[in-house]
């Protein structure tokens, strides 16, 4: 197949549901290729999988974030271009060093016991729930709330407001899906964009009367001092964004990790008590089921990447979940093997947009996932896992299972 055949084949809806073979159809073809102009990406002009070279692009700076075409007349896409993730330096760095001074090893000790009570909790229920033998959707009753509580906490978002706020999450994340660019998918996150701009300045305005300890309030108090370089609009971007980068790839840590775990009995066995096991499961999980399979960056310049030219602002399609099982980097690499050595994966990126909640997740899943097993040993899936249908964010949604009573 030609580099067009497999990018009709990954765009599929068998493609979405099973998008590997067509990476290593891709690695087949060399470490980047050129091709032809697609109505998904109609900027994109080369797609990279080969691992150096995607990490080679993510590390250098001067690769840029390019802004879409009438981006100022969308909402959403307003929102996404005055946050971090979405922009350039100067303002990039400007507003990474504020939220980076929160990403602190003491706010990372302290979000320990938080996560181990949230955790312990939600066994709990999953455990009265399946007294019977009754299956629990494993989505619903741990891999959602997990992150979203600790992040809720974190943050400073009220408990009772997590379910009206992750439909909107859902608006956005299908939106930013390769097929997701349609009226009514765009509608939907414009809407979404613009109330959650509104839950937010109503909250920011609360913090205000009655500040506390969560991230909201220490930023509100910063930002009202003129101790940080970041106006209001740009704080609330920058928080509708990170709350939604940062919970829901750890959702699909947890939920595409999971069957990976228990088809290696061994494993499960041994992961309770283990601590350095548990933090190669994580990675490893990360590594063959990446929750972002693609990112893009453009030229700064005419260039030669990896022998394909490159004119400048032209598109690189970046294929992190490719990259991740490129053989020339992770040996048998459709393998889980949680004691692989080797160079990291690059499921949170890397270089000066690599996932400030990085380490948050990370801590999720090594603390999670041995309670869980350790609870649960006989847990099991009762049913076929249940995908997002989304290429950029992939990952299980609906995912039942057994306690094992």
Known sequence: MDVDEILTGLYSEQGRQHPYPWYAALHGHGPVSTVPTRAEHRTITTVAVGYDLVSQVLRDPQWYKQAPPGWQEQEILRTFNSSMMFVNPPDHTRMRAV??????????????????????????????????????????????????????????????????????????????????????????????????????????????????????SGLVEAVDAGDVALTEDELISNLIVLFNASFVTTVYMFSNGLPLLLAHPDVVAALPGDDALARGCVDEVL???????????????????????????????????????????????????????????????????????????????????????????????????????????????????????
């Open 287 to 405: 590594r063959l089921a990446s929750p972002v399979h693609f990112l893009a960056r453009a030229a700064p310049r005419d260039t030669d990447l990896g022998g394909v030219p490159v004119r400048r602002d032209e598109n690189v399609l970046l294929m992190i979940a490719g990259a991740n099982r490129d053989p020339a980097r992770f040996p048998d690499p459709d393998r889980f093997d949680p004691r692989r050595v080797g160079p990291p994966s690059l499921a949170f990126g890397v270089g000066p947009h690599f996932c400030l909640g990085a380490a948050v997740s990370r801590l999720e899943g090594r603390l999670a996932l041995p309670r869980l097993l350790a609870r649960f040993p006989r847990l099991t899936v009762t049913r076929t896992p249940t995908y997002s249908g989304s290429l950029f964010l992939r990952g299980i949604d609906k995912l039942f299972v057994s306690t094992g009573g």
């Open 99 to 216: 939220f980076a001074k929160t990403f602190t090893p003491r706010r990372l000790g302290a979000l320990e016991p938080v996560i181990v009570r949230v955790v312990d909790t939600l066994l709990d229920r999953m455990a009265e729930a399946g007294a019977d033998g009754t299956e629990t959707d494993f989505v619903a009753d741990f891999a959602y709330p997990v992150p979203a509580l600790v992040m809720a906490e974190f943050i400073g978002l009220p408990e009772a407001d997590l379910s009206w706020y992750r439909q909107r999450v859902d608006w956005i994340d299908e939106f930013l899906d390769v097929a997701g660019k349609t009226p009514q998918r765009l509608a939907l996150a414009n809407q979404a964009a613009e109330e959650l701009r509104a839950y937010y300045r109503d909250l920011i305005a609360h913090r205000r009367a009655r500040p506390g300890e969560d991230l909201i």
